[in-house]
């Protein structure tokens, strides 16, 4: 799945745009989950039962016991305590593409759509061009050039999703600065920085965040898939995309578990992230 | 009414329609009746949300999944709720719709020619050719004299009156007995609403055709209308021949939205607007007259059962003191 | 008109791979260490040798210099030499692009002909099909491609044991036989995307008014959906198919690598691991190319479609 595609899908949540924004189940598990995954990410440490690098080699893909709820890995180790390690890496890389991304992309459409005229056909003809690049091949780009590990594959992703998010903030952000009240503040001599700040972007929060919710997801999808192909987050670092690629053998093996508790584990989150994301652009519709 | 059913060619009995919203069935319009005869042009008034455009769904068939309707339509003497296969069809090629706005009702990607000619070559099977040579014969009266140029244009390309003058003689294509006109005008600007208002006019008085032409301009449905159908919360309250709907109204309905337009000819020192908000039909009290909170001439006797309708003066009146206040209603609205 | 917008679109098609084979050639060119370290694979050589192979490959040439020779050799099909393979790497590329071309359009075929039926039916059917049809394709749309395709492995080829979990596979069939597990894993995700969209976009236009205005008019519904629902839903089912088919040029290379397929993406990986940098080059550029053209393809299908798209404007 590509974020490409992700964002396109946005027009699934327009059509559906009417139906009013309720705290409905879905957005309590899915909220839940989000919270459950970042207080993982954080505390996991705390939370592991074990030592996730130190191998038992005799145990290697064993389990599951009451002591080793989900078993070993390939290498012995124990796969519950790699995941709660793993959820640190696995959330950080998504957080940091989204944070950048989202920055860069509402800096780059509120500019263009405030200045207009030659700035705003060079900044939007810059990112049609951007657009030539899937995001995995820029990220493969990266770590081929600059070295496997997270920061390439992470920084890779960021300038790569950012038309996709600046494409849509800057059509939402000409809507708003044709609204009356943003022509009142310059008539009354508000500086564009000003008015901007104080309004413009305020205006656009909901689909800022709604618009990060969903990319975090993606983010996280293509993160993982790096990691995967073993361009990302190097073993023997726990990793929820590092941990299926160790663990694929256990498949044909007759040892699953390893493998798929971490691909559970990036679905489940991916799905919460997803299923928020489309609940909030549903919300900031329907404010509209 | 019994007289008139042999020489009817619409004739609505007692039409209740109920649509469901959220979970429960809300009336929409309450027991309507009149009829529509060969040639005649009736005009159905009312504000928002009074069930005109209800009305001529339910005579369309085009009312939204889960509809129910109670009484009788009936069509050349053929219950229309009943009809299917090649009597439904013939049944619409028979009774034609213009809707109010073009834009919308006209399929963006397809070609004007092929807007135009879909019913003819699909239901009639006349061939492409002809097809084309009648639509820009017809789009010629109504005053689009670069017939085949439009036709192969696509809806963005023209206008909203052109747009509606092209959705008029499509109309005309089939070769309809029956108009129903939606508010035909009122997503056109100004100018644009007279001159169209025109054509559909003499058009239809020169092929002599029914027309059903819905509006909320009382003054509009008055020019070009034989007799006017005042609805109001989803019932008739007035039933007038056109010519005197203005100067001897029935209802104190029809006085109010009379005294609410701009009239050029009198001075009236200012305009009046109907104190309150128009009821839906679910939303009128049961057992009193809908327009009695917002009426000026309401009494005790308004509030006691819901009026029928009563005849007056070869009218029909809801008001059990339309007698009464005959003659006085003009005035003291511009009191 | 539209000739128009398709020559300003090729245009734009022109300047984007400019750029992009600009942004590949000078990543590589700045990739920490000596090009001549890795031509010589580490050897010190004397100085004439070293001297010939800096003018060889143009290395004492200023860096524009050096990227027109590149580009030039390149668009004549010439991408330099594999320095772990000692080859050709258009060679290289020509020996492995049938599998990924097979693979992507295999997947491609699955979403356009799946997704969209799955779609059209749950779009004009409510009930059990169409609920289950939603959840299934909420999950399925977050599914990365690497997860499914274990999954895939797991129930297919382990438990059921009906296809291959690895390799290519000798002869037309059993190539197909092989390739139908990764072509499922990558086309999961973008099917079910495809599903919904073409759900929605079905609902949103049997509901528009001018499908009233054909049924006032007694246009028979088989009729009815096909020239006024199904033609107007086209539009965004080809956008969201266009762009959804686009993106597996990039995943497939993570399906090559788990299903052990010998195609571009999985080479790619190898060669990115590997530190090949003019594999990765070519490899980069080639899939680049293909991706902007699908989408170029999409933006002229678009505007084939939809009479009233206005010059440049892109497919949304």
């Not at chain 2, 529509?36 to 159905?44: T, V």
């Not at chain 3, 959906?225 to 969201?240: D, E, F, G, K, M």
């Amino acid at each position: 799945m590509s974020v490409a595609a992700g964002l396109a899908a946005g027009a699934v949540r327009r059509y559906r745009a009417g139906r009013r924004f309720r705290t409905s189940p879905a957005i309590v598990v899915s909220g839940s989950v989000i919270v459950a995954a970042t207080v993982v990410a954080v505390a996991g440490p705390l939370l592991a039962p074990y030592n996730p690098d130190l191998p038992q080699l005799s145990q290697y893909f064993f389990g599951p016991s009451p002591e080793h709820l989900l078993g070993f890995d390939a290498s012995g180790r124990d796969v519950m305590s790699r995941l709660l390690y793993g959820a640190r890496t696995s959330m950080l890389g998504p957080l940091a593409v989204t944070l950048m991304c989202m920055t860069l992309g509402s800096l780059l459409a509120v500019t263009a759509a405030w200045r207009g005229g030659a700035l705003d056909a060079v900044i939007s003809s810059g990112l049609d061009i951007l657009f030539a690049f899937p995001g995995i091949l820029l990220a493969v780009l990266a770590a081929a050039v600059f070295g496997a590990g997270l920061v390439a594959p992470v920084l890779a992703l960021s300038v790569a999703y950012t038309p996709y998010v600046a494409r849509v903030l800057r059509g939402a952000a000409l809507r708003e600065r044709a609204q009356l009240y943003v022509a009142a503040l310059e008539v009354q001599g508000a500086s564009g920085v000003a008015i901007c700040l104080r309004h413009l972007i305020p205006n656009l929060l909901h689909l800022i965040v709604a618009q990060a919710t969903t990319l975090f997801g993606y983010a996280m999808v293509d993160l993982a898939a790096i990691s995967f192909l073993g361009l990302g987050v190097q073993p023997p670092n726990a990793d929820w995309g590092v941990m299926v690629s160790e663990n694929q053998q256990g498949i044909i093996q007759g040892f699953p578990l390893p493998a798929l508790a971490a691909g559970i584990c990036i679905v489940v989150v991916v799905v919460a992230f997803n299923i928020l994301g489309e609940r909030l652009y549903e919300r900031g519709e329907a404010r509209q | 009414m019994n007289a008139e059913i042999g020489g009817a060619l619409l004739e609505l009995d007692g039409v209740t329609v109920r649509l469901p919203v959220e979970g429960s069935m809300r009336a929409v319009l309450q027991e309507v009746s009149f009829v529509i005869r060969p040639g005649e042009a009736i005009g159905l008034v009312g504000e928002s949300g009074s069930g005109k455009s209800m009305t001529a769904r339910a005579i369309d068939r085009l009312l939204p999944p889960g509809a129910a309707v109670n009484g009788r339509i009936r069509f050349g003497g053929r219950d229309v709720m009943t009809l299917a296969g090649a009597d439904l069809k013939r049944f619409r090629s028979e009774v034609a719709m213009i809707f109010q706005d073009p834009r919308a009702h006209i399929n963006p990607v397809r070609r004007i020619g092929d807007y135009m000619t879909e019913a003819l070559r699909t239901n009639a099977g006349v061939p492409v050719s002809e097809a084309s040579s009648r639509a820009v014969a017809l789009l010629k009266s109504v005053g689009i004299d670069d017939g085949e140029r439009r036709l192969r244009q696509y809806p963005h390309e023209l206008s909203g009156g052109l747009l509606q003058r092209v959705m008029i003689a499509t109309a005309l294509l089939t070769k309809p007995r029956l108009l129903l006109a939606d508010e035909p005008t009122t997503a056109l600007d100004v100018t644009t609403q007279a001159e169209v208002l025109a054509i559909l006019d003499d058009l239809r008085t020169d092929l002599h055709l029914a027309m059903l032409f819905i509006t909320h301009n009382l003054e509009v449905a008055a020019a070009i209308c034989d007799r006017t159908v005042v609805m109001y919360a989803g019932q008739i309250v007035e039933v007038r021949s056109s010519s005197r709907l203005h100067t001897d109204p029935l209802h104190p309905y029809t006085a109010a939205l009379a005294a609410a337009r701009p009239n050029i000819e009198a001075t009236t020192p200012r305009l009046l607007a109907i104190p309150g908000r128009p009821l839906s039909a679910f939303e009128a009290p049961a057992g009193e007259c809908a327009f009695a909170p917002r009426c000026p001439h309401a009494l005790d006797v308004c509030r006691q059962a819901r009026p029928a309708l009563i005849a007056l003066d070869g009218g029909l009146s809801r008001c059990v003191r339309a007698e009464e206040l005959r003659g006085r209603l003009e005035v003291a609205l511009h009191g | 008109m539209h000739l128009r917008f398709v020559l300003r679109r090729l245009a734009m098609l022109a300047v984007s791979l400019l750029v992009a084979s600009f942004v590949i050639f000078s990543a590589i060119f700045l990739a920490p260490g000596n090009p001549i370290a890795a031509l010589s694979g580490g050897r010190s050589l004397p100085p004439e040798s070293l001297r010939t192979l800096e003018v060889r490959y143009h290395l004492d040439q200023p860096f524009l210099v050096q990227y027109w020779y590149w580009l030039s050799n390149a668009v004549h099909g010439n991408l330099g030499l594999s320095i772990t393979l000692r080859e050709n790497v258009s060679d290289l590329i020509a020996s492995r692009i049938s599998t990924t071309a097979g693979l992507v359009l295999y997947a491609s075929i699955l979403i356009i002909v799946l997704g969209v039926s799955l779609g059209i039916l749950s779009g004009f059917r409510p009930g059990l099909l169409d609920t289950s049809t939603l959840v299934v394709t909420a999950v399925s749309a977050s599914l990365p491609a690497f997860v499914a395709a274990i999954v895939l492995i797991l129930v297919f080829a382990v438990q059921l044991q009906w296809f291959p979990s690895l390799g290519n596979g000798i002869g037309f069939l059993d190539q197909v036989r092989h390739l139908t597990l990764p072509a499922f894993a990558l086309a999961v995700s973008s099917l079910a995307i495809v599903a919904r969209v073409t759900r929605s976009a079905i609902r949103e236009e049997a509901r528009r008014e001018h499908v009233q205005t054909a049924i006032s008019r007694g246009i028979p519904t088989a009729q009815l959906i096909r020239r006024h629902v199904l033609r107007n839903a086209a539009i965004p089912i080809t956008t969201i198919s266009g762009i959804t088919v686009a993106s597996l040029i990039a995943v497939a290379a993570v399906v090559e690598v788990v299903f052990g397929l010998a195609g571009l993406g999985a080479y790619l990986v190898q060669s990115a691991q590997s530190k090949d940098l003019a594999v990765v080059q070519g490899i980069s550029l080639l899939l680049v190319t293909a991706f902007v053209l699908v989408n170029v393809l999409v933006d002229v299908l678009y505007a084939v479609l939809d009479p009233r798209v206005s010059l440049g404007s892109r497919a949304q």
